[in-house]
């Protein structure tokens, strides 16, 4: 098992990528705390770890509230003792111009995307030195790492913030033994991509069009990633992007 006795927190576990996360890592032998605002789903997907003989609980968490990163963090040693993995996977999208974005969607964008990913990392690095190791997975985009003349800029800027936040948080813990990188997917079949482009609009068609390889992606496939910087086989891997995109980058 890869993550044999390891401890790991994942955000926005409820439902797409972190729900494909949290099962596979408790597959792996980790106990899981899933932390959402989305408490019926996060408790399904804990239920199920569960019955599958894992070890998971799922804690209600809004990643913008620095007061409630605290109680989760008091929780989770409380339950299991330490924290080893931080997966900081909760997000939400956007759809505006630069022209139509409000200020109050900008500030909803910037708190939940990049200010949730700042107190995940600032509340768990503290437990992660008294632990002597710790392995934190910023979820970012490939809108972290280039514009989009289709995306949402907000959108954009916030996972932008993720990118260059996790190199410089990785730097400045690298002598700590806490491993900080991004995970920079491409069009993934998750319900924010589904809800952001409901049916085959134009626009979705048009990502589609723009990925060689043709397909949106699977949660799966990107948990694949996430799990490889969790575990210890990625131990020299710090400040890295790891980008999973079906070759949209590459273009
Ligand atoms: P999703 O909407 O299916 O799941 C996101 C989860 O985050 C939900 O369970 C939601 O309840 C939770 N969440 C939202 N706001 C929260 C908050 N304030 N506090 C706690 N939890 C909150 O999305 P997904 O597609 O699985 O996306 C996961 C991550 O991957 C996000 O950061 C997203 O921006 C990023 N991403 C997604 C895609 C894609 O195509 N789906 C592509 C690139 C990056």
């Not at 989009?148 to 993720?162: F, I, N």
């Not at 409901?198 to 996430?226: C, H, I, Q, Y």
Request: some cysteine; overall charge neutral.
């Amino acid at each position: 098992m890869r993550l044999r006795d390891k401890v790991a927190i994942v955000t926005g576990g409820a439902r797409g990528m972190g729900s494909a996360e949290s099962i596979m890592f408790a597959n792996e032998g980790a106990k899981v705390v899933i932390a959402d605002i989305r408490r019926e789903m996060g408790e399904d997907v804990a239920h199920k770890i569960r019955k599958n003989g894992g070890t998971a609980e799922f804690i209600w968490l809004d990643v913008t509230s620095e007061e409630q990163w605290k109680s989760l963090l008091v929780r989770t040693i409380s339950l299991y003792g330490k924290l080893d993995i931080l997966v900081n996977n909760a997000g939400i999208t956007g759809h505006d111009s630069v022209i139509s974005t409000s200020e109050e969607q900008w500030d909803q964008i910037m708190d939940v995307n990049a200010k949730g990913v700042f107190f995940g990392c600032k509340h768990s690095i503290p437990y992660m030195i008294k632990n002597g190791k710790g392995s934190i997975i910023n979820i970012s985009s490939e809108m972290g790492l280039v514009g989009s003349a289709m995306g949402s800029p907000a959108y954009s800027a916030s996972k932008g913030a993720v990118t260059i936040f996790t190199k410089s948080a990785a730097l400045r813990h690298a002598k700590d033994n806490i491993r900080i990188n991004s995970v920079h997917p491409g069009p993934i079949d998750t319900p924010m991509l589904s809800e952001s482009s409901p049916g085959k609009s134009n626009k979705s068609e048009t990502v589609l069009g723009l990925t060689p390889m043709g397909r949106r992606g699977t949660p799966d496939e990107v948990a694949f990633g996430v799990l490889f910087l969790a575990s210890d086989e990625s131990s020299y891997v710090t400040g890295a992007s790891l980008v999973i995109d079906g070759g949209y980058l590459a273009q």
